[in-house]
């Protein structure tokens, strides 16, 4: 019995863990990495492992990060079967084909700037035609499945998305049973529409998220969270410009659609039009009113006085890459766009025409990785690069942590409390390393339990309880800032050098010097 580490060790994105026990072999997650241009090169080699030689998947929701690789997977061999809950099973039905959309047109733009530079084309990590190729594949599943003498699974309530599971897998082998519980992402409680997440008592091994492992919010209810999003949405407002906000197409913008009605309805904030330029997100809002049985008491109190928690008069969808061209000269709008991170999608475009405007508004209402475009406006950077040209930052950059669909330090804390018992390790995955160490510290410190934190590319054989070093060489990541970073804050810094240094001669000596160096 065997667990590699194949994503989601060393930074958040990525998920892939590889299980094998007897004949059998399987995935839990294939995900994608996002954040700087060194991990998204990551997406684009070969997997650590023959995609032919794997006989099932486990996925423990949509997200991207956790799912984004499947079409490559599939692409490359694999003819298995994909398990998920029946909600996450109809969510990949649209992510997936659009994950491919987008990678074919940004990689079509990248190749017209490349064509005229003299450049090779790039390709896209999968086609289209490679995601369709893998709806078939995907079935959705009740809560426990026997797939084989060697392993049985339990599909539980995370608390994250809709329809977002940890796993309790049980793993037999030679008369030996071993329980591994992988947690996927655990939601935070009294979060909107999806219900608090599920406990689980004890297990042999337990491989637990810790993207906030570091981090606590204010113990906020859902009264708080509405007014500090009211305050925001009237501030910016009165300020007279747009009111952007990227968000995941899955949650997030349901979530705020949910609350933005209600405060609308009370009056706490002006009847204003909210725009949902998105896609994917009007997709994923027809899955999320196929399961009212999956709400809280909020959202189905909701659902009972409009009909839908998705319908309100001043909610309206645009679909057409026209329709969204067309917000760019409006005021006054509160637009959501994916992506959440602002690493790819129609957000870019808003931001693109909104952040140089001292009258508009930028809410931050997730997780931003180290790197990303969003990352770096909430860090305060000035000026950045979209679509290769710089973009003054003059907009008022806010953010709201009550509606991260992770629990923070102290949700993951008491989760864990809840666990009796870890007869072998807990693996602190999917977080930055800060995030992953402390939690780590506290989880020996508070349970008492033994703890490892997992390299890329490491193995640990369960039966042994012993880690083995990788069978082949695997990169070595920097989750932080990369080069590319770097790189654009250098020509953002020259160009504001060339236009305020007047000195002719200065100009010269310090180009030069530099010129030298590289």
């Not at 109190?301 to 409009?306: I, T």
């Not at 766009?337 to 931050?364: E, P, Q, Y």
Request: a negative charge; aromatic letters at 6%; hydrophobic letters at 40%.
């Amino acid at each position: 019995m065997k667990i590699h580490f194949h994503g989601a060790a060393g930074m958040v994105t990525g998920s892939c863990y590889r299980v094998e026990v007897g004949k059998t072999q399987f995935l839990v997650d294939c995900g994608m990495f996002q954040g700087n241009k060194t991990l998204k090169e990551l997406n684009y080699g070969e997997f650590a492992f023959d995609p032919a030689a794997i006989d099932f998947v486990l996925v423990t929701h949509a997200h991207i990060d956790h799912t984004g690789l499947l079409p490559k997977l599939v692409k490359k061999g694999f003819r298995g079967k994909i398990y998920a809950t029946p909600p996450t099973a109809d969510l990949m039905g649209f992510m997936l084909p659009d994950s491919a959309r987008i990678q074919e047109s940004e990689v079509e733009l990248k190749n017209k700037r490349n064509e005229r530079k003299g450049r090779d084309p790039l390709e896209p990590i999968y086609t289209i035609e490679d995601a369709e190729a893998t709806l078939p594949l995907i079935e959705g599943v009740g809560e426990r499945l026997l797939l084989s003498d060697h392993v049985e699974v339990h599909f539980r309530n995370a608390g994250h998305v809709l329809g977002s599971s940890f796993l309790e897998v049980i793993l037999r082998e030679n008369g030996t049973s071993k329980k591994v519980v992988f947690s996927g992402d655990l939601g935070a409680k009294d979060r909107p529409i999806v219900e608090d997440p599920e406990l689980v008592s004890e297990t042999d091994y337990l491989l637990v998220e810790s993207t906030y492992g570091n981090r606590l919010r204010t113990d906020e209810k859902k009264e708080d969270r509405l007014k500090q999003l009211g305050q925001i949405v009237s501030q910016a407002l009165h300020r007279g410009g747009n009111l952007i906000i990227p968000a995941f197409a899955v949650e997030r913008t349901q979530d705020l659609m949910h609350d933005l009605s209600i405060l609308m309805d009370r009056g706490s904030i002006p009847r204003t039009e909210v725009v949902v330029d998105s896609p994917l997100a009007i997709n994923a809002a027809k899955v999320f009113a196929k399961y009212p049985e999956l709400y809280d008491d909020d959202a189905t109190a909701l659902m009972k006085k409009q009909g839908s928690i998705f319908e309100h008069p001043s909610i309206r969808y645009t679909v057409s890459a026209q329709d969204s061209m067309a917000l760019n000269g409006k005021k006054g709008l509160i637009i959501m766009s994916a992506s959440g991170m602002c690493d790819a999608g129609r957000i870019k475009h808003h931001l693109k025409h909104n952040l140089w405007r001292r009258d508009s508004t930028v809410l931050f209402v997730g997780y931003q990785a180290e790197g990303t475009l969003g990352r770096l406006l909430l860090d305060g950077t000035k000026t950045v690069r979209i679509h290769g040209e710089e973009v003054r930052v003059e907009a008022a950059i806010e953010e709201l942590s009550g509606y991260s669909g992770h629990a923070d330090q102290r949700g993951l804390l008491e989760w864990l409390d809840a666990i009796e018992t870890v007869r072998g390790t807990v693996f602190v995955v999917h977080g930055e390393e800060e995030a992953r160490t402390e939690l780590a510290r506290l989880i020996r410190e508070r349970k008492g339990f033994q703890t490892v934190i997992p390299a890329l590319g490491e193995t640990f054989d369960l039966q042994a309880n012993v880690a083995q070093a990788p069978t082949v060489p695997t990169p070595t990541v920097t989750p932080a800032r990369d080069s590319f970073n770097l790189y654009a804050e250098l020509t953002i810094r020259l160009a504001e050098f060339m236009r305020r240094e007047k000195d002719e001669a200065n100009r010269r000596q310090i180009l030069e010097a530099l010129l030298q160096k590289i």
